[in-house]
């Protein structure tokens, strides 16, 4: 009997719980959950004899993989897949999938709420703006992407994007301006919306001059990952901008040090782009039809180390 560990430091909802366990069920398939654990360890121990494992950011480190011994497949239940040790599972020949789409709905609205949040001086009762007619520059236009400027243009925001990976058509066939460069989004929007992944091209690739060039007021939106941002110039704009507006959904490292600006400042206190009910049953389950499908069928749809 194939055996599947649910790894999740943050749970995913008790329908969706039920849901992976169904799946799993009536695959023949035997379903551990390790859940809300603080020690990395118990997911080294935990992961030593199944075939399969879920996880959302929990962090599939070489360590946790060579524990494996079993191990044929990881599916991150979600978009980024940074937190796996790709070139380990590769090496071990384990198949590593993310569920791509199944949670953007979640995370776009999230980053339009905190446009608002925002725009409404966080809610504290004074006067703030509109986002009707406010340029909104949409840094990578994937699911997440698409999302937020469907959700945007309801608001009567003016949407723009920058995606060095999209054909111009496939971008303004949603209303949306397609923008030749990152220069080109920040200088021209007084909102941006990040939807990079974290990898060895993006990490530390937003910085002073892109941020320098965003306008008056401008606001800068992270529901991405943090570790994009390269923090030395968000501490350097805060300072030299007392216009400029940083919200995130992912405490930087620096997130004491930005504190004193906590009027253009803020960042949720643990991480809740993909926390809904919602997000979590099409994630969780995706995850499990995918490894169901692998194991029964070598369906290998979503791999991504190949
Ligand atoms: C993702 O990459 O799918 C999001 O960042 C959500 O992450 P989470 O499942 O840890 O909330």
Redesign the pocket.
């Known amino acids: 009997m194939s055996k599947v560990l649910v790894a999740t430091e943050?749970p995913f909802a008790k329908a969706a719980v039920e849901g992976i366990k169904k799946i799993f069920s009536e695959a023949g398939f035997e379903t551990i959950l390790l859940e809300k654990y603080t020690d990395p360890n118990d997911l080294i121990k935990a992961v030593s004899d199944v075939d399969a494992l879920i996880i959302?950011?929990d962090k599939a480190t070489r360590e946790v993989i060579q524990a494996g011994k079993n191990l044929k497949i990881i599916v991150r239940?979600?978009?980024?897949y940074d937190n796996i040790d790709l070139a380990a599972a590769k090496e071990k020949g384990i198949c590593a999938m993310n569920t791509p789409g199944q949670?953007s709905n979640a995370?776009a609205e999230l980053a339009l709420g905190m446009m608002v949040f925002m725009a409404r001086g966080q809610f504290k009762g004074i006067s703030g703006s509109e986002l009707k007619g406010k340029k909104l520059g949409i840094h990578a236009y994937g699911a997440v992407g698409k999302n937020v400027s469907r959700i945007a243009k309801g608001f009567g925001m003016a949407c723009y994007a920058f995606d060095p990976f999209l054909k111009k058509e496939d971008i303004e066939k949603d209303g949306v301006t397609c923008l030749n460069s990152a220069e080109d989004l920040y200088s021209s929007c007084e909102y941006v919306s990040l939807h990079i992944p974290a990898n060895e091209k993006t990490k530390k690739s937003i910085g002073l001059s892109l941020m320098s060039m965003m306008p008056k007021g401008a606001t800068l939106v992270n529901t991405a990952r943090k570790e994009v941002m390269d923090e030395e110039s968000l501490k350097k704009i805060f300072a030299e901008r007392p216009d400029f507006k940083y919200i995130s959904d992912i405490a930087p490292d620096c997130h004491a040090d930005l504190l004193q600006y906590a009027e253009r400042y803020y960042s949720t206190p643990k991480?809740q782009?993909?926390?809904t009910a919602e997000a979590n049953i099409n994630?969780g389950l995706a995850a499990a039809y995918q490894i169901v499908n692998f194991i029964k069928n070598g369906v290998r749809t979503y791999q991504v180390n190949k």
């Open positions: 943050k959302r950011s239940a979600g978009a980024g949670n995370v991480k782009g993909a926390e994630a």
